[in-house]
């Protein structure tokens, strides 16, 4: 598709922030008004149709994606958001550990028990932390805690907890994400220790490290959604 457009506005409506394209002004993918709750996002999503070149880039839309679902999915059905974060939970990464004794087990707890930690002592709970892999079920109060504190968030931070939660396999890790000053790439080292401690060992893949590259960069786009959404 080529470009249709010249110009590309931010505009205050109802407390809110809309994008006009030629003073047409524009509307999520599912026919919803695209009403942003800050400035800084809005101005953020301008600034991806002003980087479009004479053909469009449908690529080049990441936050107009994120800010789509967080109005057309999560704002309609927030519960079902919810309901599908939890269980992450369950299999948490950071609370599936290697055999006491080992390097790699050392590795794991520098980078994963600050992040357990702070959680734990935000929410006033308890993760249970496994050797190995077999599934070792979560406490149910930890559960409620992590219930409740997702239906604190807003719908922009649900959206980028759907993205950054399955990708690190972790929702402590998204959580953390949320946080103001958040550093998007040490959490996500923390989330792919697995694989960086795989790749030590063996050595690294070209196409494995393209992919690593391109989760980093979506995972980074994710983080700095929920921020700019922030009021």
């Not at 109802?14 to 999520?28: F, H, I, P, S």
């Not at 953390?176 to 550093?183: E, K, S, V």
Request: hydrophobic share 45%; charged share 25%; net charge negative.
């Amino acid at each position: 598709m080529k470009r249709f457009w010249k110009d590309v506005t931010v505009r205050q409506s109802e407390g809110c922030w809309q994008l006009a394209l030629d003073e047409r002004v524009l509307k999520t993918q599912g026919g919803h008004a695209l009403l942003l709750p800050t400035q800084a996002l809005a101005e953020a999503l301008a600034q991806e149709w002003r980087d479009q070149g004479e053909v469009v880039d449908p690529h080049g839309f990441v936050l107009r994606d994120l800010a789509d679902y967080a109005i057309d999915c999560v704002g309609q059905d927030r519960d079902a958001s919810i309901a599908r974060l939890l269980p992450y939970a369950q299999t948490d990464t950071l609370c599936y550990r290697a055999d006491p004794g080992s390097a790699h087990l050392a590795r794991q707890e520098e980078l994963w028990e600050p992040l357990l930690q702070a959680c734990e002592a935000r929410l006033d709970c308890r993760f249970e932390r496994v050797s190995g892999i077999i599934h070792s079920a979560q406490p149910a109060a930890t559960m409620t805690a992590l219930e409740t504190e997702l239906k604190r968030y807003s719908q922009w931070e649900l959206a980028s907890l759907e993205t950054t939660v399955p990708m690190a396999a972790s929702l402590v890790t998204g959580l953390a994400a949320l946080d103001a000053g958040a550093d998007a790439d040490a959490l996500f080292a923390a989330a792919n220790a697995e694989e960086d401690w795989q790749a030590e060992l063996w050595g690294k893949d070209a196409e494995a490290e393209a992919a690593r590259a391109a989760r980093l960069g979506a995972f980074r786009q994710a983080v700095r959604f929920a921020s700019l959404a922030q009021r």
